[in-house]
């Protein structure tokens, strides 16, 4: 039997992703709630809406923080409380997570959540710095640790015990360009040959640059209401019927497995049991697919596949449109971009989609019922959220 | 017990300056924190003690660097590993003296340590790998 609804969306929008010169956050933020306005005409933003909670990872790309009541200025909802969460890349999925709870506080029928990014205007030598701050900085940082390092260790990890091979890890990025080239709103709309992605150059051995999510600017948003007064706003609303979240040890080499993040196992457990939701269940999902191994390393976490399998998941084409478990639909974090931010919420976005029928061109039909991932840094966080059409 | 450093990662870092591997072990329930810290994890215990490790291992995971921080870009390529030392814990740390295309998951390792102090905050000295 289904869970009871946590809370409801009522509305969505996604900025363009990509590399948005002269736009900074709060232009992105709000381009995104301008599609979120448009969508529910019945609303009245700085009336309705009673609390802004916003995933924003690092003040270094601006020289910007404080950045919570910025963002409610310029989507136009000051004096609104409007709260700047920071949980490296799981920024927007504790930010939702966090909206859920002052919905069922019963402190407020109505708020908004979201995340952004503006990051393709720094070099790639400064964004691999600011990201690395997620990392554990004695033993990771102070090592010559970087994000792409982390997730090549777990490969190589993963690559030995379980014979994960480097053509396997970079199918997952095939796929997501396939599934990012459907998407208008992706910052890399085009497909890739697996060829092409195995001979791009190195990164961090064994990821090479089209194992890697790009650097992207971009912003996104959700409209979330107590489930009794949803309809008020919309015809087709989607619920919240799961909300998981877990935290492990900064330091990857404190951790038991190197092969999967018990965060995100742990968090999943949670969503799936208040659901009650199994993954056969599952018609879609969007996963926090970083670097190409932490997809494969998300099929087994999440119950899709069994530990060691996720290779092969990919390979015989079960998690593409048309398979039996669509993944990363919306091009993922790979194609569609990974402005950090932004990414937990736009991960929802594309569920929300989905579930109400307006994926376009890449919509799974009749699809029901969607999970939504979302890690930060190498694992120290993740979000789980199940939903369903209303 | 006046004289014990305190438990934390700026003593560990001092021990390296003294080529010293030292990790906090918990009195009470045995667990090995590494990195150090005032308050043990698994039993809440702060009935620490120091305790010096060989610093032997094998290599469990490695990449190859070649996008670095702007600190590090002078060195790349470099490798990067994480070792299971015999002596339990697991140690992240850079793997030198061999060429990376050599380096293989399971190949034994050794700490050893660097002695140029680095210039920038926090100049903690660097620990690192090597082939035994």
């Keep these: 039997m289904l869970g009871q609804p946590l809370a409801t969306i009522v509305s969505a929008g996604l900025s363009k992703f990509g590399a948005r010169e002269g736009l900074y956050a709060r232009e992105l933020f709000a381009e995104a709630a301008r599609e979120a306005y448009d969508r529910c005409p019945n609303l009245n933003p700085k009336r309705d809406i009673k609390a802004l909670f916003v995933g924003h990872k690092g003040e270094s790309f601006e020289h910007q923080g404080h950045t919570g009541p910025t963002l409610s200025d310029w989507a136009g909802l000051t004096p609104t409380q409007a709260t700047r969460i920071e949980n490296a890349c799981a920024s927007s999925g504790v930010a939702l997570r966090c909206g859920i709870f002052a919905i069922l506080s019963g402190m407020c029928d109505i708020v908004m959540v979201g995340g952004v990014e503006k990051m393709t205007h720094r070099t790639t030598a400064e964004t691999t710095e600011f990201l690395a701050m997620a990392s554990d900085f004695p033993f990771e940082q102070w090592h010559g640790l970087t994000f792409p390092g982390l997730y090549a260790l777990m490969a190589t990890a993963h690559m030995q015990r379980y014979g994960t091979t480097e053509e396997q890890i970079a199918m997952v990025s095939v796929k997501n360009h396939y599934h990012g080239a459907l998407n208008p709103k992706a910052h890399m709309q085009k497909e890739v040959t697996l060829e092409k992605a195995m001979s791009s150059r190195v990164i961090a051995w064994p990821l090479k640059l089209y194992d890697c999510s790009p650097i992207t600017d971009g912003a996104s948003c959700l409209i979330l209401t107590k489930p009794e007064i949803a309809r008020k706003f919309t015809d087709t609303p989607v619920h919240i019927i799961g909300s998981g979240q877990a935290s492990d040890t900064i330091a990857l080499h404190e951790r038991e497995d190197l092969t999967s993040l018990k965060a995100a196992k742990v968090a999943a457990q949670e969503a799936y049991k208040m659901a009650g939701v199994k993954p056969r269940d599952l018609d879609i999902a969007e996963v926090h697919d970083c670097f190409t191994i932490a997809e494969i390393i998300a099929y087994e976490d999440l119950g899709f596949c069994k530990p060691g399998d996720g290779g092969r998941l990919v390979e015989e084409g079960a998690t593409k449109i048309g398979g039996k478990i669509p993944v990363n639909t919306s091009g993922g974090l790979k194609s569609k971009g990974h402005p950090v931010g932004a990414t937990g919420t736009g991960q929802a976005y594309e569920v929300y989609l989905q579930l109400t029928g307006q994926a376009e061109r890449r919509q799974v039909s009749g699809a029901e019922i969607g999970l939504a991932h979302n890690v930060g840094g190498s694992g120290a966080t993740a979000t789980v959220h199940i939903f369903r059409r209303g | ?132």
């Design chain 2, 1 to 132: 017990m006046s004289g014990v450093p305190p438990f934390t990662v700026e003593s560990f870092y001092k021990f390296v300056s003294e080529r010293k591997l030292m990790v906090a072990k918990c009195v009470e329930c045995g667990f090995v924190l590494l990195p150090p810290r005032p308050l043990c994890p698994h039993c809440y215990s702060s009935n620490l003690t120091w305790v010096q490790l060989k610093g032997a291992g094998k290599l469990e995971a490695f990449t190859i660097i070649h996008v670095a921080p702007p600190q590090f870009q002078a060195m790349a390529p470099y490798v990067v590993g994480i070792v299971k030392l015999y002596e339990g814990p697991r140690l992240p740390g850079m793997i030198r003296n061999v060429e990376p295309q050599e380096v293989r998951v399971g190949m034994d390792l050794t700490v050893d340590f660097d002695t140029a102090l680095p210039s920038q905050w926090p100049m903690w000295p660097r620990y690192f790998f090597k082939p035994p």
